[in-house]
């Protein structure tokens, strides 16, 4: 080895050692600790695939045609679980708010119309695609029990400046889900625009339907759903960062495609311009290797743990917001912030939701029953502590 070459790596190892002192400061998914997060420590495939693909640029599919056939099978497999029609296609986002972003452009191109109907229960990306897009959010309250959007409040609100209507499969704070086949039989006869954000519930809910779990449909066997959003990097085990939008209508991406005069492909389509294959090839990765035996059991998983902890739960004395429908629970507490602090001091990482008075613990695949298990006495010990049991 040369002298100058020596340099070099002692000088990487430096900068390494650096990156890993501040990585130290971080929570792991591999701890199991961190039990309020939507994601997940990838898959090992995902993390290969990532790796091999650094150097990519989807926004250049043209130099890089080997990673595009990548995209085009990964979205072809989300097609396929979401019983696309015929004219379907599917766009790579770079998660939930970028999915909402842009079905929600595509409503406003389409219809020019300013108006976007929302459960209370939607996630914040509206909020910043109102400011974005000046566009106006209308929000329909949840009903009492269930926490889902309101059928009839919202049939009410559709008028003539109505962009679109949103429903949710898989809400962010409790996993709820938006009562859709009967939001598309109103937004079909009425013509209105229908996106489904399903970010976090798009890898849950097909599964949990080939599981014979009561769960309504939310996909495009409903006519009236125009578009669907899915995050690969939540439960499809995958790297971040990966969503799909799915699009009922292929001519629907001419709304929001520009000329791209300077790159080798002839127009460019979404928000993004140079956007790296690496986490597409990590998310077709990991659904070549699991397959849908593989996610049926991953989901499976999930729910037994999530049961578990349900049941461990009403043991200590606490209460749940809702009956679970996915693998989210929302423990009710009425001294909210002295439990989280007293969580977090021991290395626990839970999420509270202030308006629910709920702290929300998604079962995410690193949550299993031994984390279950470590968790629940600190929980009680906690809440014994504060006088909340
Ligand atoms: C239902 C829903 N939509 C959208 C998002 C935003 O996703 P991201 O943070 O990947 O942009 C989330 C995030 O938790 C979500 O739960």
Redesign the pocket.
Known sequence: MTHKNKIDLNKQKLVLNMLGRLQKKDYSFSSGHILGS?CTQPHPIAKKAYNMFLETNLGDPKLFPGTKEIENRLLKFISDLLHSPKNATGHIV???????ITAMWMAKQLTHKKEIIIPSS??F?FNKIASLMDMKLIQIPVTKNHYCMDVHETKKKIGNNTAAVVG?A???ELGMIDPIPELSEICQEENIFLHV?????GFVIPFLKKLNYDVPDFDFTLKGVSTI?L?A??MGYSAI?L?ILMIREKKWLNEISVESPYISSRKQTGILGTRSGGPVAAAYAVIKYLGIEGYKKVVQQCMETTKYMEKRIIETGLQLVTKPKMNVLGIKLKHLNQVVNLLIKHGWRVNKIDHLSCIRIVVMPHVTKKIVDKFIPVLKKTCKKVGEI
């Open positions: 939507m770079s998660g939930g708010t970028e999915g909402n939607a996630h990306s949710i898989g809400s962010t954000d399903a970010a976090f519930g959003t995050d990097h939540k960062p969503g």
